[in-house]
């Protein structure tokens, strides 16, 4: 069967930003009444933009694209590059995830709109906690890619422990505005929090390397959530770049 956006889409399969969860493809044969593939053929011109327009930050396909012109500027020994002592370009980087925790219960329970709050505000959150050049991306639902480059294994420990610590604090979304009826539920807010898991890579030379490491701090935190979100992922894993 195919995907509710069509043959037309103008993402490779594997790239589709479109591509539905289990969960949507069981509302999309229950329905079969076309509003699940309409709110993916918007998803695919709004990802032909290259920003998401909930939370503002980059999708994938565009954060992918940055990535790459970074290993393109350190080639070049270009200005825009982060230099160690030496004066040599560093290409070493951190490929961090931030993982709502529980959102989608979230939505079931108190609307999508209370959800997209929590999303919108873990993306204003990790986008304090970077830098404002590190590549910063909403890959899809609730999980954020972030890429910090140019950083010591030291550096980046410390750094992960800063963003994993305030993700883990959260905050609070008031449901005043975005239910019917606020005093239904059991108190008038909700917390919210987040789980962050990174790969480090000390030279990168391709893509590969940045999506192995992707892959790996993905792998942190589906054992996490297996878990049922009992056992904290790792907080930095190292990856070996492949040779070039």
């Not at 069509?6 to 490779?12: D, E």
């Not at 982060?82 to 925790?101: A, K, R, Y």
């Not at 750094?159 to 979304?173: A, W």
Request: hydrophobic share 30%; glycine share 10%; with cysteine.
């Amino acid at each position: 069967m195919e995907l509710p956006c069509g043959s037309n889409c103008p993402f490779p399969l594997s790239q589709r930003p479109c591509e539905p969860t289990p969960e949507q493809w069981t509302e999309w044969r229950q329905t079969q009444n076309g509003l699940l593939a309409a709110s993916h053929v918007g998803e695919c011109m709004q990802a032909r933009k290259g920003v998401d327009e909930l939370t503002g930050l980059d999708l994938r396909g565009r954060m992918l694209e940055k990535v790459q012109a970074y290993y393109n500027r350190t080639e070049r020994r270009h200005s825009e590059v982060f230099l160690d002592e030496s004066g040599n370009p560093m290409t070493s980087m951190v490929v961090g995830i931030g993982d709502g925790d529980g959102f989608g219960g979230t939505n079931k329970k108190y609307t999508h709109k209370v959800g997209d709050e929590g999303i919108k505000r873990l993306a204003k959150l990790l986008e304090s906690l970077t830098r404002e050049g590190d590549p910063r991306c909403r890959w899809g639902g609730d999980e954020f890619v972030f890429v910090i480059f140019g950083i010591s294994r030291e550096q980046a420990a410390t750094k992960m422990r800063v963003i994993r610590e305030r993700c883990r604090q959260g905050g609070t979304i008031a449901l005043e505005g975005l239910v019917e009826n606020p005093s239904d539920y059991d108190a008038p807010h909700i917390n919210w929090t987040a789980t962050v898991a990174g790969a480090y890579v000390p030279n990168p030379t391709s893509m590969d390397d940045f999506e192995r490491a992707r892959q790996v701090a993905d792998g942190l935190l589906g054992a996490y959530k297996l878990s049922d979100r009992t056992v904290e992922p790792p907080l930095l894993t190292e990856v070996d770049p492949l040779a070039a």
